[in-house]
């Protein structure tokens, strides 16, 4: 099935939903207007559809190749990532020092959905180069910026986030890579790394590791790690290409899915490498990287999901089996039984929720370093910082539900490999897991990002929701508005419950025994909020005959269907938020394995 970018809807959750022009009129981006934000969307989702959506299939099937040190792309995939590169779309939020078009966030997150939905295994590779350009600009020297990020920015080269070693994965601070320093200034680097994506590849000529390392005396933990670049290649004074780094990888893994995307075990053995920012302080330095590509993660979500909804629709309109309740034709397509087309509705009102979500958490990283006051800037971040553990794990459970909904519309059909369904859904697992599992996203989210300014962003938000509630009056009655109104009642009561929760440490395990629901259920109703937002929009459109009016109507159904079957249901989330630390204390070794 042909994928098609949804161009016309990523546009309005940009624009109507998640509220762009806010961050145009900082004025801190001269060369965005609409016109540019659309020609933007529709040659990412041109480029999606022609280039990269081909060679999903066929990328799956095949798979990256490893073989005498090196690993090899899948076919088609290294000339793809060429005119990716010439076309500029590493480039699109880069400082225009580096070579960049200094556009917003927002809008390079818009315009990789229709990547990461075309070609998951193919979006990674770009994904973490933009990562690293981020940390870079933030934290790299003169040097680096001069050397590195141009080539970063323009393609040429690609980037890698080195973390996790066999016994350090979620926790960090385990790490034993080391770091020796050289009497040139330089650090060699010794050590095994693991799951590191897109670690070596043949679509360019260098590669740029980002390393977390120990240098010697670091305290132990995660307060003696620092960061280090290392080239593939040596970078000469005039920018060349010197001698092979000693670092390659001994392996790939074969994966459940994203079978193109290279999942490389790295081996350091007196790799050269240059220190990165301060030393001791590499997890912080990191995290720039991480945090931008756990929002990118949350937008692989949504394009992973979208991707499936429309294989499932497409299915759903020539598959016929039985009568249609509705017209009484016999041999009907599925999407003429109820349930089929109640999926269907879902699917797409759930994705749409966590579009919404990953934009506007791009808009806020936008605002928050360039609205006009220090006092509006502070506000931002925090609608950034509480959001992004929302948009990476809400919007991913939303990939992979959607994903699993697609193969359950195929029936039988789904679980067959030739239909393609099941790659989506394959694919979309992975998603919940790198970049810090949703569960950790859940402990970020209550054990940091609630509280970091006494629960204010929450309760911010809270009232925001609260003001379009009383909005929604104007075109909604019954249900639809009360369903809100209790979800966020819920939401509020959570919130309270889990302030005054954390501040009792001898609370802690209730704290962390609700963090998942409490993630799940923010996501439930800030989705809602979004639903409800896009609905108001799309009726000031219809009453003004401005647009598509069964397009416009299609976005007040949406909401609808959400408010039915996702904010009707919205108590259970609460409840398991005060299910309380002791229940799974008593969930001991010998109650789950008996």
Same mark, same amino acid.
């Given at each position: 099935?042909?994928?098609?970018?949804?161009?016309?809807?990523?546009?309005?959750a940009?624009?109507?939903?998640?509220?762009?022009?806010?961050?145009?009129?900082?004025?801190?981006?001269?060369?965005?207007d609409?016109?540019?934000?659309a020609?933007?969307?529709?040659?990412?989702?041109?480029?999606?559809?022609?280039?990269?959506?081909?060679?999903?299939?066929?990328?799956d099937l095949?798979?990256?190749?490893?073989?005498?040190?090196?690993?090899?792309?899948?076919?088609? #995939? +290294?000339?793809?990532y060429?005119q990716?590169?010439?076309?500029?779309?590493?480039?699109?939020?880069?400082?225009v020092? +580096?070579g960049?078009?200094?556009?917003?966030?927002?809008?390079?997150?818009?315009?990789?959905?229709?990547?990461?939905?075309?070609?998951? *295994?193919?979006?990674?590779?770009?994904?973490?180069?933009?990562?690293?350009?981020?940390?870079? @600009?933030?934290?790299? =020297?003169?040097?680096?910026k001069?050397?590195?990020?141009?080539k970063?920015?323009?393609?040429?080269?690609?980037?890698?986030?080195?973390?996790?070693?066999?016994g350090?994965?979620?926790?960090?601070? %385990?790490?034993? +890579?080391?770091?020796?320093?050289?009497?040139?200034g330089?650090?060699?680097?010794?050590?095994?790394?693991?799951?590191?994506?897109?670690?070596d590849?043949?679509?360019?000529?260098?590669?740029?590791?980002?390393?977390l390392?120990?240098?010697?005396?670091?305290?132990?933990?995660p307060?003696?790690i620092?960061?280090?670049?290392?080239?593939?290649?040596?970078?000469?004074?005039?920018?060349?290409?010197?001698?092979?780094?000693?670092?390659?990888?001994?392996?790939?893994?074969?994966?459940?899915?994203?079978?193109?995307?290279?999942?490389?075990?790295?081996?350091?053995?007196d790799?050269?490498?240059?220190?990165?920012?301060?030393?001791?302080?590499?997890?912080?330095?990191?995290?720039?990287?991480?945090? *931008?590509?756990?929002?990118?993660?949350?937008?692989e979500?949504?394009?992973?999901?979208?991707r499936?909804?429309?294989?499932?629709?497409?299915y759903a309109?020539?598959?016929?089996?039985?009568?249609?309740?509705? =017209?009484?034709?016999?041999?009907?397509?599925? #999407?003429?039984?109820?349930d089929?087309?109640?999926?269907?509705?879902?699917?797409?009102?759930?994705?749409?929720a966590?579009?919404?979500?990953?934009?506007? =958490?791009?808009?806020?990283?936008?605002?928050?370093?360039?609205?006009?006051?220090?006092?509006?800037?502070?506000i931002?971040?925090?609608?950034?910082?509480?959001?992004t553990?929302?948009?990476?794990?809400?919007?991913?459970?939303?990939?992979?539900?959607?994903?699993?909904?697609?193969?359950?519309?195929?029936?039988?059909?789904?679980?067959?490999?030739? =239909?393609?369904a099941?790659?989506?859904?394959?694919d979309?697992?992975?998603?919940?897991?790198?970049?810090?599992?949703?569960?950790?996203?859940?402990?970020?989210?209550?054990?940091?990002?609630?509280?970091?300014d006494?629960? @204010?962003?929450?309760?911010?938000?809270?009232?925001?929701?609260?003001?379009?509630?009383?909005?929604?009056?104007?075109?909604?009655?019954?249900?639809? $508005?009360?369903?809100?109104?209790t979800?966020?009642?819920?939401? @509020?009561? %959570?919130?309270?419950?889990?302030?005054?929760?954390?501040?009792?440490?001898?609370?802690?395990?209730?704290?962390?025994?609700?963090?998942?629901?409490?993630?799940?259920?923010?996501?439930?109703?800030?989705?809602?909020?979004?639903?409800?937002k896009?609905?108001?929009?799309?009726?000031?459109k219809?009453d *003004?005959?401005?647009?598509?009016?069964?397009?416009?109507?299609g976005?007040?159904?949406?909401?609808e269907?959400?408010?039915?079957?996702?904010?009707?249901?919205?108590?259970?989330?609460?409840?398991? $938020?005060g299910?309380?630390?002791?229940?799974?204390?008593?969930?001991?070794?010998?109650?789950l394995?008996?």
């Amino acid at each position: 099935m042909t994928y098609r970018a949804p161009v016309r809807d990523i546009a309005f959750a940009l624009n109507a939903v998640a509220g762009i022009e806010d961050v145009a009129a900082t004025g801190a981006f001269p060369d965005y207007d609409p016109d540019v934000a659309a020609a933007v969307l529709e040659a990412a989702g041109q480029f999606s559809e022609e280039v990269l959506a081909p060679l999903n299939r066929p990328g799956d099937l095949q798979g990256a190749k490893y073989a005498n040190g090196a690993v090899t792309a899948a076919p088609g #995939f +290294a000339d793809a990532y060429k005119q990716f590169a010439e076309g500029g779309w590493t480039s699109l939020t880069a400082s225009v020092e +580096a070579g960049g078009q200094a556009l917003p966030k927002a809008l390079e997150l818009a315009a990789y959905e229709t990547v990461h939905a075309a070609n998951m *295994a193919f979006g990674l590779c770009p994904m973490l180069s933009l990562a690293a350009i981020e940390a870079l @600009e933030e934290v790299g =020297t003169d040097y680096q910026k001069q050397a590195y990020l141009p080539k970063l920015v323009s393609g040429e080269w690609t980037g890698a986030m080195v973390l996790t070693e066999p016994g350090a994965g979620s926790d960090l601070g %385990a790490l034993t +890579a080391t770091a020796t320093p050289t009497e040139d200034g330089k650090y060699l680097l010794n050590g095994q790394k693991i799951f590191i994506t897109w670690g070596d590849h043949d679509a360019t000529d260098n590669i740029v590791h980002l390393v977390l390392a120990r240098l010697p005396g670091a305290p132990a933990g995660p307060k003696g790690i620092s960061l280090f670049l290392a080239s593939k290649f040596e970078v000469k004074e005039d920018g060349s290409l010197g001698e092979r780094n000693s670092f390659r990888p001994v392996g790939i893994e074969h994966k459940l899915g994203i079978h193109a995307s290279p999942t490389c075990v790295m081996q350091y053995e007196d790799a050269v490498a240059e220190l990165v920012g301060r030393p001791n302080e590499g997890l912080a330095h990191m995290f720039v990287m991480m945090n *931008a590509a756990r929002l990118a993660v949350g937008v692989e979500g949504v394009g992973i999901a979208e991707r499936a909804y429309q294989h499932a629709l497409v299915y759903a309109l020539e598959r016929r089996q039985g009568t249609s309740v509705w =017209t009484g034709e016999r041999f009907a397509p599925i #999407f003429d039984h109820p349930d089929v087309r109640r999926t269907l509705g879902v699917m797409k009102a759930k994705t749409a929720a966590a579009r919404a979500i990953c934009l506007s =958490t791009g808009v806020a990283a936008d605002l928050a370093r360039h609205a006009a006051t220090e006092e509006e800037r502070k506000i931002w971040k925090g609608r950034e910082d509480l959001f992004t553990p929302i948009a990476k794990a809400w919007s991913t459970d939303v990939g992979c539900e959607v994903a699993s909904l697609g193969v359950q519309v195929h029936g039988g059909m789904g679980f067959i490999e030739e =239909t393609g369904a099941a790659q989506y859904y394959r694919d979309a697992r992975i998603t919940p897991i790198y970049e810090g599992t949703n569960g950790i996203q859940a402990m970020d989210l209550v054990g940091r990002k609630l509280s970091m300014d006494n629960g @204010e962003s929450a309760k911010r938000l809270i009232e925001e929701m609260k003001a379009t509630l009383n909005q929604l009056n104007s075109i909604y009655s019954g249900k639809p $508005v009360e369903r809100f109104a209790t979800a966020i009642e819920s939401v @509020e009561d %959570a919130t309270l419950w889990l302030l005054d929760a954390k501040a009792d440490k001898a609370r802690a395990a209730d704290v962390l025994a609700g963090a998942d629901a409490y993630l799940k259920l923010m996501g439930d109703v800030v989705g809602g909020w979004m639903l409800a937002k896009g609905a108001l929009a799309a009726k000031a459109k219809l009453d *003004a005959n401005d647009g598509d009016a069964a397009w416009l109507q299609g976005k007040l159904d949406l909401y609808e269907v959400y408010a039915a079957n996702v904010l009707g249901h919205v108590s259970s989330r609460l409840a398991a $938020v005060g299910q309380g630390g002791e229940l799974l204390n008593k969930l001991t070794v010998e109650a789950l394995a008996g």
